[in-house]
């Protein structure tokens, strides 16, 4: 229910005009959002790299209404690749040590037309390669599921540095991970999933998610998965998930080349540091843009105690 109410008002236009412009809002957003710039994002990435954290740079945007809008898009992240170049020398390969840029799809016009949207991406596809970096293509609502895991699968195997986001609280995500592993495409972010799912798509209990998401994982995890090329980001905060995994890794001999660890940006910054510290590769998303809105809707829909920290803003306003 607490996560619907945020959702809901994730989607509100008049209340995204209205609470955008409250001070105590904005402050406390930028506990999840690194700023309104460019700038901003590349001063957040420059700050995880001196503690051993690579970076996912994420314009914030979703749901353009016009080609212009999603041109626009595009053309922001090309931008934002050619500063991400400057972070070093990569390797044009499937994971890179610069940091990967986050797309949604429907920031580059999913929802105007199929190939438009496949044009955009294919162009910063085909400029994160040449600068030696990854794509990361998050996953949106169940409504854009089919429709981003065909885009995916038409690029991916003849572009090594495109990943795609899973959502572990779908029915459906076991079929995909044994499909896109069989495909020998299998670069996945395993998330738990952020939106507001009806129980005949999701599972509706924390627990059956949870224990979804370690299932995917140790399949990902598995020799054979891995023979396929399967590399998986665990991108959670969940303690219990990411010391089940250590275990795995360490029982199976997974090498640390195979995974990775993600995290949020303002999320449990003491684990991404003690992670990294002990040599595994952690990766921050790190979102940057005006359009932060729903994405701080989501992060207090994710919460219940986010919402204490927005009123402390108030508070001391
Ligand atoms: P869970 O919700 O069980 O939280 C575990 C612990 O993490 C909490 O006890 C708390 O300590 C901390 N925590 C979690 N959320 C917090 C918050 N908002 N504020 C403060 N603390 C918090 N989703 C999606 O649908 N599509 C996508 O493409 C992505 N992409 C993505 C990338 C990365 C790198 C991450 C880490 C997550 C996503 N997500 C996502 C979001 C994901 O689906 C999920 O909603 C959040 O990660 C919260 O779930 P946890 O796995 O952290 O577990």
Redesign the pocket.
């Given at each position: 229910m607490w996560r619907g109410f945020f959702i809901s008002l994730s989607r509100n236009r008049i209340m995204k005009e209205r609470v955008m412009r409250w001070g105590f809002v904005r402050r406390a957003a930028s506990r999840?959002v690194a700023g309104e710039t460019l700038e901003d994002g590349l001063r957040a990435l420059r700050e995880l790299e001196a503690l051993g954290i690579r970076g996912?740079l994420d314009h914030l945007g979703e749901n353009v209404e016009s080609a212009a809008d999603a041109l626009r898009a595009t053309e922001d992240y090309l931008l934002a690749l050619d500063r991400i170049e400057t972070f070093g020398p990569g390797k044009p390969h499937t994971v890179s040590s610069l940091p990967h840029l986050?797309v949604k799809l429907t920031h580059l016009g999913l929802d105007i037309r199929e190939e438009l949207c496949e044009r955009n991406l294919r162009r910063l596809i085909e400029r994160a390669a040449q600068a030696g970096t990854v794509v990361e293509i998050?996953?949106?609502s169940s409504a854009y599921t089919e429709r981003t895991l065909n885009l995916y699968r038409r690029l991916a195997s003849s572009y090594p540095n495109v990943w795609i986001?899973i959502?572990a609280y779908l029915y459906r995500s076991r079929e995909d991970v044994e499909r896109l592993i069989e495909e020998g495409i299998a670069r996945i972010?395993l998330?738990?999933?952020?939106?507001q799912e009806p129980p005949h798509i999701a599972y509706p209990r924390?627990r059956d998610v949870?224990a979804n998401?370690i299932r995917l994982m140790e399949r990902l995890l598995s020799a054979e998965a891995r023979a396929r090329g399967a590399y998986v980001?665990i991108?959670?905060?969940?303690?219990r998930?990411i010391q089940h995994a250590l275990r795995r890794v360490a029982e199976w001999q997974v090498p640390r080349e195979a995974f990775e660890f993600?995290?949020?940006y303002?999320?449990?910054r003491d684990l991404q540091v003690a992670l990294a510290r002990q040599g595994f590769v952690v990766?921050?998303?790190v979102p940057y843009g005006t359009e932060w809105y729903p994405y701080f809707m989501?992060?207090?829909g994710?919460?219940p105690?986010?919402v204490w920290f927005v009123a402390r803003n108030l508070l001391r306003a």
């Open positions: 999840f996912i986050a998050d996953m949106e986001a959502q972010r998330c738990k999933g952020a939106y924390k949870d998401y980001a991108a959670t905060h969940d303690e998930i993600q995290m949020l303002g999320i449990r990766r921050v998303y989501r992060r207090l994710e919460r105690a986010n």
